[in-house]
T-cell receptor, first 117, second 109 residues
Framework: NAGVTQTPKFRILKIGQSMTLQCAQDMNHNYMYWYRQDPGMGLKLIYYSVGAGITDKGEVPNGYNVSRSTTEDFPLRLELAAPSQTSVYFC????????????????FGDGTRLSIL | QKEVEQNSGPLSVPEGAIASLNCTYSDRVSQSFFWYRQYSGKSPELIMSIYSNGDKEDGRFTAQLNKASQYVSLLIRDSQPSDSATYLCAVNTGNQFYFGTGTSLTVIP
C-alpha cells in the first residue's frame, strides 16, 4: 500500500547541476501535481498533469520541466539548479472522473528536501 | 491571482478546548475545499473535505463552508497535544488547488 512514492528524500546540488525528482503512484490516479514549499509558506504549484501525455504549467514553472509518459510516473526535472530552487518538493495525486475538473482530495508523497549550494 | 488567506498564528489553546481555524478565498467559482494537517518536517495529511454550504462533522473535527462569504473554517473540539501542527486550507478551482500559508496550532497540556 505505497500510495505516492518520492525519491530521493534528500539531495544537495551544486549551482548549475541538473537532476530529476522521481514520483510514482500506485492508486491509478489520473491527476498528478508537483508543489514546492518554502519555509513558513504554503504550497506553490509547479506543474500538473491530468493524464498520461498531458502536462500544464502551474504558478511557478520557471526552471522546471515535467513529463508524463505513464499514468504512474510524473518526474520533475531541474535544469541548471539555482539557490532559489532550494525547497521541499511534494508530489501529489488525485482521481477525477470528469475532464478538466478535479475535486477529489490530493494524496501527498513524503517530499524531497533539496538544497542548492 | 487566486488567493487563499489564513491567519498564520501561532494559535495556542489549552488541552480540551476548541480550536477555531479560518480561511478566506478570492475566487467565487471555487468548487471544493479541504483542510490538511502538516506536522513539522512531514507531508500534508488530509483531515476534511467539504463541497457544499453548511457544516460537516467527522469525529472531533467540523468544517464549515459559506460560499457567499467565501469563507471556510475548521473547528477542533477537545483539542489534544497531538493536534499541534500547521493546518493548511486548500481550495480547488478547475484542475488546480490553491493553498493558504497555514495556521500554526499549539495545544498546551
Amino acid at each position: 500500500n505505497a500510495g505516492v512514492t518520492q525519491t530521493p528524500k534528500f539531495r544537495i546540488l551544486k549551482i548549475g547541476q541538473s537532476m530529476t525528482l522521481q514520483c510514482a503512484q500506485d492508486m491509478n490516479h489520473n491527476y498528478m501535481y508537483w508543489y514546492r514549499q518554502d519555509p513558513g509558506m504554503g504550497l506553490k504549484l509547479i506543474y500538473y498533469s491530468v493524464g498520461a501525455g498531458i502536462t500544464d504549467k502551474g504558478e511557478v514553472p520557471n526552471g522546471y520541466n515535467v513529463s508524463r509518459s505513464t499514468t504512474e510516473d510524473f518526474p520533475l526535472r531541474l535544469e541548471l539548479a539555482a539557490p532559489s530552487q532550494t525547497s521541499v518538493y511534494f508530489c501529489a495525486s488525485s482521481y477525477s472522473w470528469r475532464k478538466n475538473y478535479s475535486n477529489q482530495p490530493q494524496h501527498f508523497g513524503d517530499g524531497t528536501r533539496l538544497s542548492i549550494l | 491571482q487566486k488567493e487563499v488567506e489564513q491567519n498564520s498564528g501561532p494559535l495556542s489553546v489549552p488541552e480540551g478546548a476548541i480550536a477555531s481555524l479560518n480561511c478566506t478565498y478570492s475566487d467565487r467559482v471555487s468548487q471544493s475545499f479541504f483542510w490538511y494537517r502538516q506536522y513539522s518536517g512531514k507531508s500534508p495529511e488530509l483531515i476534511m473535505s467539504i463541497y457544499s454550504n453548511g457544516d460537516k462533522e467527522d469525529g472531533r473535527f467540523t468544517a464549515q463552508l459559506n460560499k457567499a462569504s467565501q469563507y471556510v473554517s475548521l473547528l477542533i473540539r477537545d483539542s489534544q497535544p497531538s493536534d499541534s501542527a500547521t493546518y493548511l486550507c486548500a481550495v480547488n478551482t478547475g484542475n488546480q488547488f490553491y493553498f493558504g500559508t497555514g495556521t500554526s496550532l499549539t495545544v498546551i497540556p
